[in-house]
């Protein structure tokens, strides 16, 4: 399975991005998909997460009622919407693709994505 993560830039704080990350490979819809990131200097956190058929989705506790994270399974993608985006924000943003039906830590991820670059200016 290859992930390919797109959607960052440069953006005002407030701003708002969508990222995308498309899978090519086994079907996307045995997996569970998620969204990690890696700022600067730091290790890689959890952002958000989403079962395969979307009916569950999961938020770290730092990005809840600002990112939402989705998926379309009839053209392979996952997407993350950030909206009210703070400096904090600021890291290279993963997809992981998932075996396990609830994936809890970066160890239940099969797959990831190359990365894309966030960044939020004050």
């Known amino acids: 399975v290859q992930l390919q993560a797109s959607g960052g830039g440069l953006v005002q704080a407030g701003g708002s991005l969508r990222l995308s990350c498309t899978t090519s490979g086994r079907p996307f819809s045995s997996y569970s998909m998620g969204w990690y990131r890696q700022a600067p200097g730091k290790g890689r956190e959890f952002v958000a997460t989403?079962?395969?058929?979307?009916?569950?989705?999961y938020y770290a506790d730092s990005v809840k009622g600002r990112f939402i994270i989705s998926r379309d399974n009839a053209v392979d993608t996952v997407y993350l919407q950030m909206n009210n985006l703070k400096p904090e924000d600021t890291a290279v943003y993963y997809c992981?693709?998932?075996?396990?039906?609830?994936?809890?830590?970066?160890?239940?991820?099969?797959?990831w994505g190359q990365g894309t670059l966030v960044t939020v200016s004050s």
């Open positions: 989403i079962s395969w058929s979307g009916g569950t989705t």
């Open positions: 992981g693709a998932s075996e396990v039906v609830v994936p809890e830590r970066q160890s239940h991820y099969d797959y």
